[in-house]
Structures are given as C-alpha cells and as structure tokens.
C-alpha cells in the first residue's frame, strides 16, 4: 500500500469514512481542492472565479457533496483556453500521489470543459481505506471531476479572495456570498428541467435562507438578461428589471412545476442526513422564499 501524504491525511481528518459512498465523495472533493491548487499556482485566478456549489462547499461550509467545478472569467474572452492549466492540475495531483489523466472538451459554446480521470481503487488506496471498501468500488472504476469554465460571464458581481490552507497554502478568487447567491437563483429560475428538477439547487437556496444571506439582485439581473431558458420556452417574456415582488412571482411559478419528490431523489446521494428532506412540499418552499433577504 502507498504510503499518504501527510497533508491528504490531515485533510481526512474530517471526513466520516464508514461506508464507501461516504469514503468516495471524501476522496473526490479532496481532489477538488488539489485541482484549485493546481490551479492557482498556474495562475488561473489571476483570469477567473470559483463559484457554484463546489464553492459553496469548499469556502462556505455547505453540507452537501457536490460533483463538479465551475468557474466563470472575470471578463469575457472567447478565446480563452483551459488546456494551458491541465499539466499544473496533474503535477499537482501527481505531487500527493494521484495519477489522473484529463480530456478537454473542445465546443464552440461559451462554456470550456474539462474533464479529470483517475482509477477510484487506486485513489482509495492512497488514502488507505479500509479493503473492504477498496473492494466495493473495484478495479478499473474511475473518479470523475467535470470543470468548466463560462468565457461569456454575465458581469455585475463583486469578488473577493479566499485564502485555504489545505493541501498547502493558496488563494483563489471567488464571487462574494450575495453574487453566489444570485446565481444560485438563476439556476433555480432558468435551469430546464428534463425529466428530473435539480434537486441541489433547490437545497441550496434552503441553505442560503437557513443562513440569512442576501441576494445579490444587479447579478441576478445581468444573468437573467443573457438568458433564462426556462421561461423561454414557456414562452414568458421577462421583465428588462427583476425587483423583490417580481422574483418571488417568479419562484411561485418555478415551486407549482416542482416534482418534489424527484428533487428529493436528485439531492439525497450528496447528503449524510436525508432526514432534512422530509420537510420538503410545494408549500414549504412557498413558505420560505418570503424570508429572502437582498443586498441594500
């Protein structure tokens, strides 16, 4: 068995490692914070942001998992390209003992992708999981991390910089709680439901309430004039500027198209406790959205 890093030990320290769900969403997000060290040691903060619920997570302390890593360009650039940054996130991952390959997604939207692979038996081992749990995932299964990056950003937000610790010492650049929050409601408003509603966005913006956290509605605003495909394909025209009264008409239309349950389905993998979502009903989420606070 590989010897651990000091640092990929400490860093376990927090993590309740009892099952191997719980083990495997411990060893994904620890390689999520080695990728935003890979990154800013390359620079990549000097251009960009980190936002999303990964974020959330990771600067904030919200208590769910979450999969991916988004950021977005604090000013438009279409040609931007993420592949500079892939050989400093593997060296990275490489210098804590993580063999990963990455896949660029080339597309001629607004949105860069990149994909990081590595074997999850492997990564299990480097953090010394129990066998058994080694076992349950198997050989050849692989850890994924999607991270994208929007080089057409709706402007309008307010950043500030964040200082981790671990793996080692670094600062990133992120979009402030407020201007996190708006684009949470974006998603909330605009994200186009297939057969299954994003459940984690709806915990979320439960998340922001439960903690009192303005909204930034100038962000929010700037996002919805870019687009808003829900509401486009409903047919709704939006209103050029969204105030409190109008948002939360907005909403109460989002919660009476809400399959509950199937939000419920979304969100449970990524949560230790799914009792929380036991009060979850259309009229709960009505209830609350009246508790939104916004920025002055």
């Not at 769900?21 to 990154?39: F, H, N, P, S, W």
């Not at 991952?93 to 993580?98: C, P």
């Not at 607004?110 to 590595?118: D, E, P, R, V, Y």
Request: with cysteine; net charge negative.
């Amino acid at each position: 068995m590989p010897n651990m890093h000091p640092a990929i030990a400490k860093m376990l320290e927090k993590y309740d490692l009892s099952t191997a769900d719980k083990t495997y969403e411990a060893l994904r997000e620890i390689l999520q914070e080695i990728v935003l060290l890979g990154l800013s040691r390359a620079g990549f903060f000097d251009h960009a942001l980190f936002y999303g619920g990964t974020a959330l997570r990771i600067l904030h302390g919200l208590d769910r998992f979450s999969e991916d890593l988004d950021f977005s360009l604090i000013a438009p650039n279409e040609n931007f390209d993420l592949s500079v940054y892939a050989d400093a996130v593997i060296e990275a991952l490489h210098s804590f003992g993580f063999e990963v390959t990455i896949q660029m997604k080339n597309t001629e939207s607004n949105i860069k992708s990149a994909f990081l692979k590595g074997n999850t038996s492997q990564h299990l081992l480097n953090i010394e999981a129990p066998d058994d749990i080694v076992k349950t995932f198997g050989q050849g299964r692989l850890v994924k991390i999607k991270f994208e990056v929007d080089t057409q950003p709706p402007l309008d937000f307010e950043s500030e910089k964040k200082t981790l610790l671990v793996p080692s010492p670094f600062t990133i650049n992120t979009m402030t709680l407020p201007s996190l929050f708006a684009g949470k409601m974006h998603a909330i408003l605009c994200r186009n439901w297939s057969t299954r509603p994003k459940g984690r966005d709806w915990y979320d913006l439960v998340w922001y309430i439960a903690h009192e956290y303005e909204l930034d509605l100038g962000h929010l605003n700037a996002r919805l004039q870019q687009n808003c495909t829900w509401f486009q394909n409903k047919g709704i025209v939006l209103k050029k500027e969204i105030d409190k009264e109008y948002l939360l008409e907005l909403l109460q239309l989002r919660i009476k198209d809400l399959d509950i349950s199937m939000a419920k389905r979304d969100v449970e993998v990524f949560l230790s406790d799914k009792s929380v979502l036991d009060f979850w009903s259309k009229e709960f989420f009505m209830e609350i959205i009246e508790q939104i606070q916004f920025l002055p």
